[in-house]
T-cell receptor
């Protein structure tokens, strides 16, 4: 079976740092993707991890531990425009190499 | 602007109507997807086409019928829908089953309302 978990909602203050966690149990693993989705819009790709460790892209970083089935997305210097849903998705070879999405975390950034 | 184009952006239809959603990509991707997304929920996979062949059909009701005329186009034909089918329908594409490190690219979606 496949199960991906994320916190439902988070709130943070402008300028702060926030960490959004994702835990997964899938039949296989060919990488974990993070997407950002603003309300009513399409998801947009943020980051990809397939090996353990930290990937950094500007204000956004993503970490992966395959042995723990765990990833996080770190957002620094939060801006109001970062208020959105953040989805983690695992590419699962046991699911035809398709993407299994987590429930998403709704982040609200307050002034 | 997204590289996956969906039309129409909004659609209102009655339960007896027949309509089609369209999706187009010109990135040379060989896998295309239809997702249904309800408010505050993640996208739910409906159909996957890989190299123009239907590879996954997630037990979707027959009132939804996908079609892939060629590698750039994906349609979703709708007939006799129910009010609970009202949702955002997202199309996505990716390079293919053997290219693991490339993400899906999503279109802006069609907001569907069933009266």
């Amino acid at each position: 079976g496949q199960n991906i978990d994320q916190p439902t909602e988070m709130t943070a203050t402008e300028g702060a740092i926030v960490q959004i966690n994702c835990t997964y149990q899938t039949s296989g693993f060919n990488g974990l993707f993070w997407y950002q989705q603003h309300a009513g819009e399409a998801p947009t790709f943020l980051s990809y991890n397939v090996l353990d460790g930290l990937e950094e892209k500007g204000r956004f970083s993503s970490f992966l531990s395959r042995s723990k089935g765990y990833s996080y997305l770190l957002l620094k210097e939060l801006q109001m425009k970062d208020s959105a849903s953040y989805l983690c998705a695992v590419r699962d070879p046991g699911y035809g190499q398709n993407f299994v999405f987590g429930p998403g975390t709704r982040l609200s950034v307050l002034p | 602007d997204t590289e996956v184009t969906q039309t129409p952006k909004h659609l209102v239809m009655g339960m007896t109507n027949k309509k089609s959603l369209k999706c187009e990509q010109h990135m040379g991707h060989r896998a295309m997807y239809w997702y249904k997304q309800k408010a505050k929920k993640p996208p739910e996979l409906m159909f996957v086409y890989s190299y123009e062949k239907l590879s996954i059909n997630e037990s979707v009701p027959s009132r939804f019928s996908p079609e892939c005329p060629n590698s750039s186009l994906l349609n979703l034909h709708l007939h006799a829908l129910q009010p609970e089918d009202s949702a955002l329908y997202l199309c996505a594409s990716s390079e293919g089953e053997t290219v693991f490190n490339q993400p899906q690219h999503f279109g802006d979606g069609t907001r569907l309302s069933i009266l």
